[in-house]
């Protein structure tokens, strides 16, 4: 029996130290490289795309809409040694957001000889035949690379990730051959102006993918297996919700920490799940959720937390390191692809994600379904629904 126990003991020491837990950034100085948790190689590729049927932003109502799309997929890592930025050469919101200031790039001297373990490829190499899609949207004043720990997690786990730069509404947009297009401030008096504008950015690019997925000419031909889902944070959260309305094949939808502007004459019939900060909520949008709804609570989240920018600050603060805020980006990543692979699976079942986490910022999950007998909704699914009817009353 002491033979026995030693033996058992030796090899579950083997195998939590060849298999942690909780996999987390490890850091490769020799190659300046930052090696993301993932489950397969992930590679992007970025592309421009015109919509030559709308008109360009109101800014240049004369131009057609312009707007940029950076792909993540699982890939077959090549011996090419181009691999993506930690940061983009052109940024200016975002700048100012990660070190509060307008500081010069020496500032950054320490982050900006870093690469991610991500394969930028000259043209997308899919190692998949054909994947579910997420279109994903940053928030105002950000880009797609505010959000490459999300993103890429989610390619790895056997999607294709098509992440939109709304142009004048993001971060830094230049399409081929043009001056920058710079981000601009939204009227404070009609914070929702530009919504319709992103939701239709979400459905030409939805159009253009699987346009591009039927073209035998095309990288991403047959690539595409039927299934949509959309996410987004912050204002590409709310224009997502504008989305899943008018687009049935749209199977379900996230929207982190995005108060939708204009909502009340707008519903959808997917299962949708709001991601949000703990420091404050927006749960009257459950009152047009008219199926499965759930609300998922993030202690100690702030709004910029979903983003990279929070991991960047923390860098540039304490050193590259793995961090809390890191992991809590990767739990929300577990968590929104939990979320789309049990809806893509077509279960009726209440969604009841298995995830585990470390870090300070654990989550609560509420199933806010309508369908449900109030006497078992939380009361936070609860609070503005019950508003809404004593408005109604007196």
Not at 83 to 104: E, G, V
Not at 194 to 200: I, K, N, Q, T
């Amino acid at each position: 029996m002491p033979r026995l126990s030693i033996y058992l003991l030796i090899n579950l020491f083997c195998l939590l130290t060849t298999q942690p837990l909780f996999a987390q950034l490890s850091i490769d100085h020799t190659l300046n490289r930052l090696i993301l948790p993932l489950e397969q190689p992930v590679g992007t590729h970025y592309m421009h795309f015109e919509d030559l049927n709308r008109p360009g932003h109101r800014t240049q109502p004369d131009t057609p809409r312009q707007l940029g799309v950076r792909f993540f997929y699982p890939t077959k890592l090549s011996a090419s040694t181009q691999r993506l930025p930690l940061l983009s050469n052109q940024f200016s919101r975002s700048h100012r957001l990660i070190y509060d200031t307008d500081a010069d790039m020496t500032h950054i001297a320490s982050l900006s000889s870093m690469t991610w373990n991500i394969a930028a490829e000259s043209e997308i190499q899919l190692s998949h035949d054909a994947l579910p899609l997420i279109i994903f949207s940053h928030g105002y004043y950000l880009n797609p690379e505010s959000f490459t720990i999300m993103a890429a997690h989610i390619a790895s786990q056997g999607y294709l990730v098509a992440s939109i730069n709304h142009s004048f509404g993001s971060d830094y947009y230049q399409p081929p051959n043009s001056k920058a297009l710079k981000t601009i401030e939204l009227p404070a008096d009609d914070l929702g102006i530009d919504l319709p504008m992103w939701s239709a950015d979400q459905r030409f690019v939805l159009a253009k993918i699987k346009q591009m997925g039927q073209d035998p000419q095309s990288p991403l031909f047959n690539a595409l297996n039927g299934q949509v889902g959309i996410l987004g944070h912050s204002y590409g959260g709310a224009a997502a919700f504008y989305t899943a309305a008018k687009t049935p094949e749209v199977t379900a939808i996230v929207n982190m920490d995005g108060t939708v502007f204009g909502w009340q004459d707008i519903t959808v019939t997917q299962p949708f799940m709001y991601v949000q900060a703990d420091e404050e909520y927006f749960s009257e949008i459950f009152l047009n959720v008219h199926h499965k709804g759930y609300l998922a609570l993030f202690e100690s989240l702030n709004h910029v937390s979903f983003s990279d920018i929070v991991v960047l600050k923390d860098w540039l603060k304490n050193g590259l390191e793995d961090t809390a805020q890191f992991n809590a980006i990767l739990d929300v990543a577990r968590l929104n692809t939990a979320f789309f692979e049990h809806h893509f699976n077509h279960t009726e079942a209440t969604f009841v994600p298995a995830i585990k986490s470390k870090t300070p910022f654990s989550f609560k999950l509420s199933d806010c379904n309508p369908k449900h007998n109030d006497s078992a909704t939380p009361l936070r699914c609860l609070i503005h629904r019950i508003k809404h009817w004593t408005q109604q009353l007196f």
